[in-house]
């Protein structure tokens, strides 16, 4: 699924390792999320939703066009 | 936002150097009993192999860190698929090239490969009593 993880996280200056440890998962899978090979659960969504405050449509986009960098 | 800690992530790294310990311990205990059976020590082979069970199920029990993510959970469940798709597919082309040729006398089956196929069986078997017990429960 189309996300802005990467673009907040970078924007956030914080590194996958952090941003995992936050949210309690694994550095792959942060990973795998920004490179959209998985799609969390909609638990971890709402975890890393809140980590940047914002909502959970905001940070994904399943219609695969939206404007997820503001 | 949340501020994070700047600083290196402990539990991150405890969550790896536990997962390496986790299956560190299955693997060298696994490798010291088949060096001791081969030695000719085979009780002492299998006490090893059992003392790194244990120390595996003693890490992923004793530990408060979480070992496995939802996305190690994700990975499991589609590499079970996909080994229960494979044995389906051995199991009906096998059983079925098992019975026709014996029906026609065509080639004898062995007892080792009549064994895998009855496995295969038993573990279908299994499957469908996990598959029911999870149902009742969710």
């Known amino acids: 699924m189309k996300n802005g993880v990467r673009t907040r996280r970078e924007a956030a200056d914080l590194s996958q390792g952090e941003l995992a440890e936050a949210v309690g998962v694994t550095r792959q899978t942060i990973n795998a999320i920004e490179r959209e090979r998985y799609d969390p659960s909609l638990e971890l969504a709402f975890k890393l939703a809140a980590y940047f405050d914002c909502r959970v449509e905001d940070l994904f986009d399943p219609e695969l066009d939206g404007d997820l960098t503001a | ?138």
């Open chain 2, 1 to 138: 936002m949340t501020q994070v800690q700047r600083s290196p992530t402990p539990r991150l790294s405890r969550r790896r150097r536990y997962r390496r310990l986790l299956f560190g311990s299955i693997g060298a205990g696994v490798l010291a009993s088949l060096v001791l059976r081969f030695l000719d020590y085979p009780v002492l082979g299998e006490a090893v192999y059992w003392l790194g069970i244990v120390a595996a199920l003693a890490v992923w029990r004793g530990t408060d860190v979480a070992l496995f993510d939802e996305r190690d959970r994700s990975l499991e469940r589609r590499a079970s698929q996909l080994t229960m798709t494979v044995a389906a597919v051995i199991l009906v082309l096998g059983a079925s090239a098992a019975r026709l040729g014996a029906t026609l006398g065509l080639f004898e089956v062995s007892p080792f490969v009549s064994g895998a196929l009855y496995g295969f069986v038993g573990l279908f078997g299994l499957f469908a009593l996990c598959y029911l017990w999870v149902r009742a429960r969710t």
